[in-house]
């Protein structure tokens, strides 16, 4: 079979939440040669963006499609049946989704399959050796810096897996103009994460501080930069908005909740202060001043033990008194956010091992290290919990069925984003 030799190269998104298809998006335009707005699919699930969140990333201007994962893998096939196959397929999902999809790519027996490509969309501080053997058998696997491939190529070559997928990047959202101070202007940003800190009493904390900060600096904008509305869900289930705990407090006229893309919010910020944000890395990217949080402890369950070495290490303390840290160079060229003008070439070596796989007469076999030889104790389980049977038989559905697949897709929506962390919050009394 010869190889794809398209001119137009075709590229599907599949993302399950707001965050990552920003990621998955971006990628797939800094990694392909494709001219055309890559097809984008959403999953249906507990993290299921709103039109609001995915308007916010700022990536498309067409809207992704709502889909289960059997519905993709069927859109997948019927995409070759039409002669209109997808060349690269970009994965913007959690570990145990990205097995159970590579399972289903293999199982459809495509003619000629897509590349695979996956990754991570920001610091990887937890469960790493599980995500990456998760996400082993994608043709590439993109590390957003050198330190992060370094870490990938030694967890697989560690079990006695191929580590060829592991291909060094960055993060394909820093960018934006350089930070330029201005007369007057004084604004300290907090990016607020929906699990992070994840109790009441923290949160709390970090609230009170920053109404403080505001009160002690009056002549300083303070902001709250918020990712979601309360009911809706990102990456990570947030079980006490900040929006609600607010209303407890009496906060200054200088101090106030934001939304919209980061990107935007950054363009008038002086202090970036976060506990373990991947918005750190896009103001420092852009030599802003920025500042992770100690107050909570340096903890690898709050993420900021990946800034160990840093600089950027502080407490409110310290920001109450005027501190902007100042980060250190060689560990922000370890992160792949230096300042040296190599951003755009990050991407090269990413794009040319996509460009050598599209050029074979056939990509190689879909190969995990998660079979049923090497983990038939996890993976059974990884694989029915997705359910990706796209060998059915296909229904015509009716106008009533439809609407009672809507009506209990809401229900369950509702019944994960507002009364699960309700019962749980009760559990905890």
């Known amino acids: 079979m010869q190889g794809s030799s398209r001119e137009a190269i075709r590229v599907a998104v599949l993302a399950d939440s707001d965050t990552r298809w920003k990621w998955g998006a971006l990628t797939a335009r800094r990694i392909t040669t494709a001219t055309a ?23 498309s201007t067409t809207t992704p499609s709502e889909v289960t994962g059997a519905e993709f893998l069927r859109a997948v096939r019927d995409a070759e049946a039409r002669g209109e196959g997808y060349d690269v397929v970009v994965l913007a ?15 459809l027996c495509l003619d000629r399959r897509p590349v695979i490509v996956t990754g991570y969309v920001g610091v990887v501080y937890e469960k790493l050796t599980d995500g990456l053997l998760l996400r082993h058998g994608a043709d590439v696997v993109l590390a957003n810096s050198r330190h992060d491939a370094e870490r990938f190529r030694a967890v ?40 992070v800190p994840a109790t009441r009493t923290e949160r709390a904390y970090v609230l009170r501080r ?3 900060h505001a009160r002690l600096h009056p002549g300083r904008e303070v902001l709250l930069k918020l990712r979601s509305k309360p009911g809706e869900h990102t990456t990570h289930l947030e079980e006490f908005p900040f929006q609600k705990l607010v209303r407890e407090l009496d906060p200054p006229a200088n101090f106030r909740l934001v939304y919209g893309h980061m990107g935007e919010v950054l363009d008038r910020t002086d202090l970036l202060v976060t506990v373990s944000s991947t918005a750190a890395l896009e103001a420092l990217h ?3 001043p ?17 800034f160990v070495g840093s600089g950027l290490l502080a407490s409110f303390d310290r920001l109450d008194k005027g501190l902007a840290p100042t980060p250190d160079e060689t560990w922000l ?23 050598e796989l599209l050029a074979l007469p056939a990509p190689p076999p879909i190969t995990p290290y998660y079979t049923a030889e090497t983990a038939p104790g996890y993976l059974p389980g990884i694989l029915a919990r997705h359910r990706l049977d796209v060998t059915a038989p296909e229904t015509r559905e009716s106008g009533l069925r439809r609407i009672v697949r809507e009506a209990a897709r809401g229900a369950y929506r509702h019944g994960v984003q507002r009364v699960a962390p309700v019962i749980r919050r009760l559990g905890e009394l």
């Open 37 to 59: 707005e890559p097809t984008g699919f959403v999953l249906r699930g507990r993290a299921t963006p709103t039109a609001r969140q995915l308007a916010e990333t700022g990536v």
């Open 286 to 288: 852009r030599r802003i």
């Open 93 to 107: 999902l959690v570990g145990g989704t990205v097995r159970a999809v590579l399972q289903g790519l293999a199982d």
């Open 210 to 212: 920053l109404i403080a």
């Open 333 to 355: 060229a370890r992160q792949g956010v230096a300042s040296d003008g190599g951003y755009e070439r990050a991407f090269d070596a990413a794009r040319d091992r996509v460009a």
């Open 290 to 306: 920025t500042a992770i949080l100690t107050d909570l402890g340096v903890r690898e369950a709050l993420g900021n033990h990946h």
């Open 156 to 195: 697989y070559e560690g079990v006695g897996a191929g580590a060829d997928s592991v291909v060094e990047a960055a993060l394909p959202f820093l960018g934006g103009a350089p930070y330029a101070p201005e007369t007057g202007r004084d604004t300290l940003v907090f990016a607020a994460q929906p699990s």
